[in-house]
Antibody, heavy 122, light 105 residues
Framework: QVTLRESGPALVKPTQTLTLTCNFS??????????VSWIRQPPGKALEWLAR???????YYSTSLETRLTISKDTSKNQVVLTMTNMDPVDTATYFC??????????????WGQGALVTVSS | DIQMTQSPSTLSASVGDRVTITCRAS??????LAWYQQKPGKAPKILIY???SLESGVPSRFSGSGSGTEFTLTISSLQPDDFATYYC????????FGPGTKVEI
């Protein structure tokens, strides 16, 4: 059974750094073709992809946010960590992690965490 | 970056209706497109990948078509559980989601 769960602070102040952890089970991020992504969704708005980390430790970032994002993994702990620097109130959103397998040339976000709401406010 | 648009933004329909949502990409993405369904307060759920492949466990009333820059998601007979917001997503170049289509009663 595949599960993912996001954790991190519910409230951060402007200019602070956000660190979110995705704990997962039911799959291994050392398996060829396996990836994990982070996606966010401001209240009442659309989904926005942020970053992806692959089984071989390749990392990919949204071009609009790449200077602020860092994604990493700890395969032994089944964890993926996302940091976002210089937080602003516009970064208030629910942050999701999702399993992103690469199969037969195709990606899909097939399992998602329940999401973590992060509010940026002083 | 590849931009995605969807139409309509909101769709009013009744149970049993045939519903079609359109998604357009700013450049050709071949068939590298997925569709997701999201209900309030929940994570999205994948419905379709590679433009027309039905995800395992998804009812067959959902279907996808298209290639290049224009795609459609069709629900053949709308059920009460289908009232939700639907997003398309390209994955030819990283990932971009569309703005969403809300299907309401």
């Amino acid at each position: 059974q595949v599960t993912l769960r996001e954790s991190g602070p519910a409230l951060v102040k402007p200019t602070q750094t956000l660190t979110l952890t995705c704990n997962f089970s039911g799959f291994s991020l050392s398996t060829s073709g396996m990836c994990v992504s982070w996606i966010r969704q401001p209240p009442g708005k659309a989904l926005e992809w942020l970053a992806r980390i692959d089984w071989d430790d390749d990392k990919y970032y949204s071009t609009s946010l790449e200077t602020r994002l860092t994604i990493s993994k700890d395969t032994s702990k089944n964890q993926v960590v996302l940091t976002m620097t210089n937080m602003d109130p516009v970064d208030t959103a629910t942050y999701f992690c999702a399993r992103t397998p690469y199969i037969s040339g195709s990606y899909r976000f097939d399992y998602w965490g329940q999401g973590a709401l992060v509010t940026v406010s002083s | 970056d590849i931009q995605m648009t969807q139409s309509p933004s909101t769709l009013s329909a009744s149970v049993g209706d045939r519903v079609t949502i359109t998604c357009r990409a700013s450049q050709s993405i071949s068939s590298w497109l997925a569709w997701y369904q999201q209900k309030p307060g929940k994570a999205p759920k994948i419905l379709i990948y590679k433009a027309s492949s039905l995800e395992s466990g998804v009812p067959s009333r959902f279907s996808g078509s298209g290639s290049g820059t224009e795609f459609t998601l069709t629900i053949s007979s709308l059920q009460p559980d289908d009232f939700a917001t639907y997003y398309c997503q390209q994955y030819k170049n990283y990932f971009t989601f569309g703005p969403g289509t809300k299907v309401e009663i």
